[in-house]
């Protein structure tokens, strides 16, 4: 269990991501291919990314450089994950520049920790060379492109659309409430975030407030840092949900597999918008509309506009018809 200590000035800087964390997702999608938990939700992306990976012989050095360094254990070298990799637009190559950059003395002493909980190759340990990391985050950024950059739609859609139910959370019941609606896995009793975790530990901000990220790649357990003075930040898992109705379906063969699988989009979260639902199903947004429209018409969904964005929610015969849907 690691149980996050909060002050008052911590739940005033508590702040979510408003993009993916770009080396977070690296991490999480590295460790989706060292275990089944969860395979389902990323059958799609599982089978595409290793016949890419093989395709662009990169299915080497993620066996044998970047799974070693980022092992689904109790502890990964925290240097892998720079704060810098928060950044929306330059996160991935500011974080990068980042690990480059990371005083060797630390990064010795992080890999010595590391070796403490998996076995690592002797290689590891000539990381502590500056021209070493820089090898290592050409292979994460080519890694990158071929694993990550493809689904930007669809991470950006599910995590759009647990931000719109965090912030509804936070207009009903403000920061506490926000913390209260996070998920699985976590519990909120004033003033400590109480979170399945792999480890005893307790982490106290002191004032700091803590950087909260959804990841679409992480599955299960949160995760947090290790160093308690670093930068707090806790990365937790997206909900996922299959997407695309089974053939047999019977709402499939009533309404279609693209106003199903609008529906189920819908359902995820607390809503989504056009842009999101064109994202997660691979369609132009005049063709959400048409389709919501529809489905609209039939009194299964409802639509209101927010702000530059109209936002597609279930009514409780849309919510009905895909708890029946067999």
Known sequence: ???????????ASTRM???????????ASLHRFQT????????????????????????RIVREVLLPLFPRARYFPDFLTPDQSSCADEGLDAALDAIVSTPSGRVGRELALLHGYVRVPAWVRRLTGRQER?????????????????????????????????????????????????????????????VRYPVDRD??????????????????SPVSLADPGLPPVLIYPLLHEPIAAAPASPLTALLGRTRTTVLRVAASGAGATTGEIAR???ISPSSVSKHTGVLRGAGLLISSRHGGNVLHTLTPAGASMLRTDT
């Open 36 to 59: 089944r938990a969860g395979r389902w939700a990323y059958a799609g992306w599982y089978r595409t990314t290793h016949a890419r990976l093989r395709e662009q012989r990169l299915d």
């Open 134 to 194: 820089r090898d290592l985050v050409a292979a994460i950024r080519s890694y990158h492109e071929v694993a990550v950059r493809p689904f930007a739609d669809q991470i950006h859609a599910r995590l759009e659309a647990g931000r719109s139910s965090s912030c509804r959370e936070l207009l009903d019941g403000g920061v506490q409430g926000m913390l209260a609606g996070l998920g699985p896995g976590m519990r909120w009793q004033h003033p400590v975030l109480q």
């Open 203 to 220: 982490l106290h901000l002191g004032g700091r407030g803590i950087r909260l990220v959804p990841s679409y790649f992480c599955w299960g």
């Open 1 to 11: 269990m690691l149980r996050i200590h909060f002050t008052d000035a911590d739940l």
């Open 17 to 27: 991501a408003r993009a993916p964390d770009a080396l977070w997702e690296v991490a």
């Open 280 to 282: 997660a199903v691979g």
